[in-house]
T-cell receptor, first 116, second 114 residues
Framework: KQEVTQIPAALSVPEGENLVLNCSFTDSAIYNLQWFRQDPGKGLTSLLLIQSSQREQTSGRLNASLDKSSGRSTLYIAASQPGDSATYLCAVRGRAASGGSYIPTFGRGTSLIVHP | DADVTQTPRNRITKTGKRIMLECSQTKGHDRMYWYRQDPGLGLRLIYYSFDVKDINKGEISDGYSVSRQAQAKFSLSLESAIPNQTALYFC?????????????FGAGTRLSVL
């Protein structure tokens, strides 16, 4: 059974810092890995998705890397801003028991606060 | 209008009551999912459906049932609610034609069982 761990569970930093959020998974036979943002009381917004054949994806100040062999992904946030305050969730997709389908396993998330 | 709509957004109920959470989508996706999220925990899959005639149990299906009334509608029922079902519930959809299987989430339903 796939297990996904996110470290740290919570992070509080001053504005402007560069951040690294970590996601590790136990089964390296993944299809893809996705990073989400969740604002309090809201649904999940997709940030970046990395296919198993890729090493990294970038979107603006965000960069996600994937090292499948070591079972790790990192989300790098450059020049953090108070608006980045949210919970960041990592989801790893493997093959579902029913076959031919990909159901994600979620980590518990990293709660980020960026203070002015 | 949101592509994935969950109703109600908030619900308070009593132990033993039967309740239904509804999800509808306008994305034309065939796959739909129900998750629950507890404080400090990730999302856990309750049930999923890959088309109208396909229903599958997820990681934590005990105490729940679902109904896929149409491609656009997927309801989650708690037959006899208990306090440990207090959680934030999310519906999600994905398109079987999308090789990445990206999911799109509703805004969530916050359920409290007293």
């Amino acid at each position: 059974k796939q297990e996904v761990t996110q470290i740290p569970a919570a992070l509080s930093v001053p504005e402007g810092e560069n951040l690294v959020l970590n996601c590790s998974f136990t089964d390296s036979a993944i299809y893809n890995l996705q990073w989400f943002r969740q604002d309090p009381g809201k649904g999940l917004t997709s940030l970046l998705l990395i296919q198993s054949s890729q090493r990294e994806q970038t979107s603006g100040r965000l960069n996600a890397s994937l090292d499948k062999s070591s079972g790790r992904s990192t989300l790098y946030i450059a020049a953090s801003q108070p608006g980045d305050s949210a919970t960041y969730l990592c989801a790893v997709r493997g093959r579902a028991a029913s076959g031919g389908s990909y159901i994600p396993t979620f980590g518990r998330g990293t709660s980020l606060i960026v203070h002015p | 209008d949101a592509d994935v709509t969950q109703t109600p957004r908030n619900r308070i109920t009593k132990t033993g009551k039967r309740i239904m959470l509804e999800c509808s989508q306008t994305k034309g996706h065939d796959r739909m999912y129900w998750y629950r999220q507890d404080p400090g925990l990730g999302l856990r899959l309750i049930y999923y459906s890959f088309d109208v005639k396909d229903i599958n149990k997820g990681e934590i299906s005990d105490g729940y049932s679902v109904s896929r009334q149409a491609q656009a509608k997927f309801s989650l029922s708690l037959e006899s609610a208990i306090p440990n079902q207090t959680a934030l519930y999310f519906c999600a959809t994905s398109d079987k034609r999308d090789s990445k299987n990206i999911q799109y989430f509703g805004a969530g339903t916050r359920l409290s069982v007293l």
